[in-house]
């Protein structure tokens, strides 16, 4: 399933599936579940949908397989907003080796090979596609990172690698904007990114979310930074030294894991500015795509 929030013509957020027939509608779940008249209560968010379980996923399913018509939109008709505008929580790994070591020019600590590091995000600093950020005032080196997240659909504690896979609920793109100057000045003082990553729509999530059965094999997918059409780099899922379930278990070691969390991969290779020694403008178009997720649009202003 391709899932989303969109927000209809009445300014409702509502949860929605892409037809598989045809991406240019979504159909209003909620409103196809009341209508074919489904047990349980309607799905009224994405949020509600992953936290009500896999029988409710297969009803999902079913819809939109077999869409109603009264409950269907064509996609121009709404507007797409972040697939989970308030995650429950965030936490942003770094497990592409390139970009951690910034292609050579730091040397890892060795607890970087050893553990899949993080640090938390904002959760309410959450934005969703084709949205303009307003860049702080005080920044003057704006940044994207071209990263691939995880959503967990079944939480646990103490999951084993093996069983980790089967948590995960499905997969969307994840731009993690970073006032760069803010950032590289307060790492200094070692406790991590802080206002260099938590202003208003740093984090930057969507077009949908795509369930794990139908994104394939999640390792070998595209990733591709644009600014203003021009490409600026292309990497792989494949680079991932800890994939998702090896990063699964560590977390749930000591700490249990709830529905809708988002588990962003960090940035893949030469995927942001700063990589690449030149940084986007202010008006500028960032786009960035994962094969079989979409294309997730910002403009910076």
Not at 106 to 132: M, R, S
Not at 154 to 169: C, L, M, V, Y
Not at 222 to 227: F, Q
Not at 243 to 265: K, M, N, V, W, Y
């Amino acid at each position: 399933m391709r899932l989303v929030t969109y927000r209809d013509r009445d300014g409702a957020e509502r949860c929605g599936g892409l037809l598989p027939q045809d991406h240019g509608q979504v159909l209003d779940l909620s409103q196809a579940w009341a209508l074919r008249g489904l047990d349980g209560p309607a799905p009224q968010s994405l949020q509600a949908l992953i936290e009500a379980g896999a029988a409710a996923w297969n009803k999902a399913r079913g819809l939109l397989d077999e869409p109603i018509a009264e409950a269907v939109r064509p996609l121009a008709d709404v507007r797409l907003l972040a697939p989970l505008p308030r995650p429950v929580r965030m936490r942003d790994f770094s497990v592409f080796e390139s970009h951690a070591a910034l292609s050579g020019k730091i040397t890892l600590a060795d607890v970087w090979y050893e553990w899949p590091v993080y640090y938390k995000c904002d959760h309410l600093g959450v934005i969703g596609p084709d949205e303009t950020v307003s860049w702080p005032s005080g920044s003057h080196d704006i940044d994207y990172e071209l990263e691939f997240a995880a959503v967990i659909g079944t939480g646990g504690k103490a999951i084993s690698q093996a069983r980790a896979g089967e948590h995960i609920f499905g997969y969307t793109i994840f731009n993690d904007l970073s006032a760069r100057d803010w950032q590289l000045k307060e790492m200094a003082a070692g406790l991590g990114p802080a206002r260099g990553k938590d202003f208003d729509g740093a984090n930057v999530l969507g077009p949908m979310i795509v369930t794990a059965d139908e994104i394939g094999d999640p390792y070998d997918l595209t990733m591709i930074a644009r600014v203003n059409g021009e490409e600026w780099s292309r990497g792989s899922t494949s680079g991932m030294r800890f994939r998702f379930d090896a990063i699964i278990a560590f977390l749930s070691e000591s700490q249990t894991l709830h529905p809708g969390e988002i588990l962003g991969s960090g940035t893949v290779g030469g995927g942001c500015g700063l990589e690449l020694g030149r940084y986007p403008n202010r008006g500028d178009l960032i786009e960035l795509e994962v094969e079989r997720i979409g294309v997730l649009r910002t403009r910076v202003i």
